[in-house]
T-cell receptor, first 114, second 115 residues
């Protein structure tokens, strides 16, 4: 597996609380992505980054924000968690962008919002 | 918006049979098509990919075919084994040639191989 870690791996939180998920890579890859995985929906892109401080929205970005202050770290924040954000969150990295190269996935974070 | 449709959503085969999963995509500029396998509780992992300058690619028991005219591509697994049981995802690139390019994933196919 590529050098990608996610923390925490599991989290249970209450509706309305802020939550931050962390993705850390040791591959020095420029491109990083956050996906959520829900039954019947496959992997849906939340936000992605094409460099330090360069981020953009994906197809399901409402209610989420991201930050990337260092190449190795990409943070996903739920400002005020809702039950609809209960999901498994995967981070991915790629050495090249444009959707043209392999994306390697982290181990995932299972988030439950009560 | 751009999308990728994947069929079937579930597939059950007997060990030794072949399995075929099909995907269609909407962006005619897409030219990179990876397939990922995800075992229960694990991360998706790339098993094979194809670029638009080739029509078919094989890796042992796995093959992928691409028809750019019809905008569809398929995964073929021959001589299936119980360890092939997993969820398989196709994906297609969009936003070709830009830093904002990304992958759009299909909804997934749950393959079950019965001994």
């Amino acid at each position: 597996d590529a050098g990608i870690t996610q923390s925490p791996r599991h989290k249970v939180t209450e509706t309305g609380t802020p939550v931050t998920l962390r993705c850390h890579q040791t591959e020095n890859h420029r491109y990083m992505y956050w996906y959520r995985q829900d039954p019947g929906h496959g992997l849906r892109l939340i936000h992605y980054s094409y460099g330090v401080k360069d981020t953009d929205k994906g197809e399901v970005s409402d209610g989420y924000s991201v930050s990337r202050s260092k190449t190795e770290d990409f943070l996903l924040t739920l400002e005020s968690a809702t039950s609809s954000q209960t999901s498994v969150y995967f981070c991915a990295i790629s050495s090249s962008g444009g959707g043209m190269n392999t994306q390697y996935f982290g181990p995932g974070t299972r988030l439950t919002v009560l | 918006g751009e999308n990728v449709e994947q069929h079937p959503s579930t597939l059950s085969v007997q060990e030794g049979d072949s399995a075929v999963i099909k995907c269609t995509y909407s962006d005619s500029a897409s030219n990179y098509f990876p397939w990922y396998k995800q075992e229960l509780g694990k991360r998706p992992q790339l098993i094979i990919d194809i670029r638009s300058n080739v029509g078919e690619k094989k890796d042992q028991r796995i093959a992928v075919t691409l028809n750019k005219t019809a905008k569809h591509f398929s995964l073929h697994i021959t001589e299936t084994q119980p360890e092939d049981s997993a969820v398989y995802f196709c994906a297609a690139s969009i936003g070709l040639g830009t830093v904002r390019g990304k992958l759009i994933f299909g909804q997934g196919t749950e393959l079950s191989v019965k001994p």
